[in-house]
């Protein structure tokens, strides 16, 4: 319940737009108060049905497809990837991209060359 509050005291002092953003890259349902702001507002990292918002998102596919073609690119034919929880969206996405680059450079998808990570520095190690 701060949240509106806390948008309703920023547009009193006069901001000319807003940009709601969420940790995780996922869909929103955005709360009513957004539809009813005369500024822009921006959804970044996450998006809603109605598209009502322009959304920034990134596309997990084509990172891990782009980085997996760079180190194929490179010669490398035993790539291994890290990933981020399995039930987050990103951490499917990538994990997707990295496989098609797989396949489209012909190199057999190996199990056993996919970890599983938290998104931190110690799971990367």
Not at 94 to 119: C, H, N, Q, S
Request: aromatic share 10%; proline share 6%; with cysteine.
């Amino acid at each position: 319940v701060m949240e509106p509050r806390a948008i309703q005291a920023l547009t009193r002092r006069g901001i000319s737009a807003l940009i709601y953003m969420t940790i995780f890259t996922r869909e929103i349902t955005a709360p009513d108060f957004l539809y009813s702001l005369d500024i822009p507002v921006i959804l970044l990292n996450c998006y809603t049905t109605d598209y009502a918002f322009p959304a920034v998102v990134p596309s997990e596919i084509a990172g891990g497809q782009s980085a997996t073609r760079h180190l194929i690119g490179h010669g490398h034919r035993r790539i291994a990837t890290i990933t981020g929880e399995p039930w987050m969206q990103a951490a499917q996405d990538r994990l997707k991209g990295y496989r098609r680059a797989l396949a489209t450079a012909d190199i057999p998808f190996d199990p056993e060359l996919v970890v599983e990570g938290d998104w931190s520095a110690s799971a990367g190690y």
